[in-house]
């Protein structure tokens, strides 16, 4: 259910917004967040109302469960829609249903446009917009700072009338449990902790002589753990640091990569640490997110390439199932100037 805010809503407010995710992610609620904040919200609350802005307070079985609010429509018709999930109250879908609610209340009251925005880590807030209907639409670099004076990426969402507003199903699910072991390597989500090994894993010579791109920077690769979570569930790719079951020792990297939903392919590459190498690690870590994949999305080819002479890779490829389908002249560029041969590899969904 929706309402106005009210003083009776006051210590439930502070409860919700001096939660630590919730001022991760809120940076301009004051932190600690105080009994006389909660009053300041809603006295600007009732002034939103006043000029043309709305404020709903988000309730369970009568009980405060989270806010939704809207900006004025600006000259275009243009509204931004925000929302908060106390944490008693997350998982549960409740802010989801109010924040299709307000958008569907918005059009039927001549608003054009509803837009959203979240930070690229806040997957909490981009898995609601995604649920409520919302279209992705671009990006924002370093458009926000963080508490911790990070600049971070805002993702912008929005839904106009003529958009159907059904909720966008993940196309790559994220595992359960949040992650996938066989007892002898574990493949868990790319993580900031993991990027200081990642890091150094691709400066190793042997891994490096087989690496597509410029050189990274420490700062480069945290940044891409960070965008990890956003990739995953828009559907984009997915990174996994490939770890030892027994002691947690980072192993290497797998990903897929280059999701066409179109004709349900995606590509996988991988590297490994040198004392990790001649021990299966890496054909053990392909077969678990390979056979995932078949098994729990909609994916039909999965394909890989290798340079023609890196023999390893291809005996990874050869023992988790995939099959050499053709190959390309002249594709890797090496350091020398010459390009390489590179051979494509295939593995279908089983029939």
Same mark, same amino acid.
């Given at each position: 259910m929706?309402? %106005?805010?009210?003083?009776?809503?006051?210590?439930?407010?502070? &409860?919700?917004?001096?939660?630590p995710?919730?001022? %991760?992610?809120?940076?301009?609620l004051?932190s600690?967040?105080?009994?006389?904040d909660?009053?300041?919200?809603l006295?600007a609350a009732e002034a939103?109302w006043?000029?043309?802005?709305?404020?709903?307070?988000?309730?369970?079985?009568?009980?405060?469960?989270?806010?939704?609010?809207?900006?004025?429509?600006?000259?275009?018709?243009?509204?931004?829609?925000?929302?908060?999930a106390?944490p008693?109250?997350?998982?549960?879908?409740?802010?989801?249903k109010?924040?299709? +609610?307000?958008?569907?209340?918005?059009?039927?009251?001549?608003v054009?446009?509803?837009?959203?925005?979240? +930070?690229?880590?806040?997957?909490?807030?981009?898995?609601?917009?995604?649920?409520?209907?919302?279209?992705?639409?671009?990006?924002?670099?370093?458009?926000?700072?963080?508490?911790?004076?990070? !600049?971070?990426?805002?993702?912008?969402l929005?839904? /106009?009338?003529?958009?159907?507003?059904?909720a966008a199903?993940?196309?790559?699910?994220?595992?359960?449990?949040?992650?996938?072991?066989d007892?002898?390597? %574990?493949?868990?989500?790319?993580?900031?902790?993991?990027?200081?090994?990642?890091?150094r894993?691709? !400066?190793?010579?042997?891994? +490096?002589?087989?690496?597509? =791109?410029?050189?990274?920077?420490l700062?480069d $690769?945290?940044?891409?753990?960070?965008y990890?979570?956003?990739?995953?569930?828009?559907g984009?790719?997915?990174?996994?640091? /490939?770890?030892?079951?027994?002691?947690?020792e980072?192993?290497?990297?797998?990903?897929?990569?280059?999701?066409?939903?179109?004709?349900?392919?995606?590509? /996988?590459?991988?590297?490994?640490?040198?004392?990790?190498?001649?021990?299966?690690f890496?054909?053990?870590?392909?077969?678990?997110l390979?056979d995932?994949a078949?098994? $729990?999305?909609?994916?039909?080819?999965?394909? +890989?390439?290798?340079?023609?002479? $890196?023999?390893?890779?291809?005996?990874?490829?050869?023992?988790?199932?995939?099959?050499r389908?053709?190959?390309?002249?002249e594709?890797?560029? %090496?350091?020398? =100037?010459?390009r390489?041969?590179e051979?494509?590899?295939? !593995?279908?969904?089983? &029939?």
């Amino acid at each position: 259910m929706l309402r %106005r805010p009210s003083n009776a809503d006051a210590e439930a407010i502070v &409860r919700a917004c001096d939660d630590p995710v919730t001022a %991760r992610f809120l940076y301009v609620l004051p932190s600690p967040y105080t009994l006389q904040d909660a009053r300041d919200y809603l006295r600007a609350a009732e002034a939103k109302w006043a000029n043309g802005g709305a404020e709903f307070t988000i309730t369970e079985n009568g009980h405060y469960v989270g806010a939704i609010g809207v900006r004025p429509p600006d000259a275009w018709g243009v509204a931004e829609i925000g929302y908060l999930a106390a944490p008693w109250a997350r998982g549960k879908g409740v802010v989801t249903k109010a924040t299709r +609610a307000v958008t569907e209340w918005l059009f039927d009251h001549g608003v054009e446009r509803v837009e959203l925005h979240a +930070a690229v880590e806040n997957l909490a807030s981009l898995r609601v917009a995604f649920k409520a209907g919302f279209q992705e639409e671009g990006r924002r670099r370093d458009a926000k700072v963080g508490r911790d004076g990070r !600049r971070t990426d805002i993702i912008t969402l929005a839904r /106009i009338p003529r958009d159907p507003g059904l909720a966008a199903e993940p196309y790559l699910p994220f595992f359960d449990g949040g992650e996938l072991s066989d007892g002898v390597v %574990r493949l868990a989500p790319m993580e900031v902790a993991d990027a200081p090994d990642y890091h150094r894993m691709m !400066r190793e010579p042997s891994v +490096a002589a087989y690496g597509v =791109g410029p050189s990274t920077t420490l700062e480069d $690769n945290e940044r891409r753990c960070r965008y990890t979570g956003y990739w995953w569930l828009s559907g984009q790719r997915i990174e996994l640091a /490939i770890k030892d079951a027994v002691s947690g020792e980072f192993a290497g990297h797998l990903q897929l990569v280059h999701v066409q939903p179109v004709i349900g392919q995606g590509m /996988i590459g991988y590297s490994l640490q040198p004392e990790f190498r001649g021990r299966g690690f890496m054909t053990r870590a392909v077969r678990l997110l390979v056979d995932w994949a078949f098994a $729990n999305t909609p994916l039909h080819r999965i394909v +890989a390439g290798t340079v023609v002479d $890196n023999k390893a890779s291809q005996r990874v490829l050869e023992r988790a199932g995939f099959v050499r389908e053709s190959a390309h002249r002249e594709v890797f560029p %090496r350091e020398d =100037g010459t390009r390489a041969d590179e051979l494509e590899w295939l !593995r279908l969904r089983p &029939r």
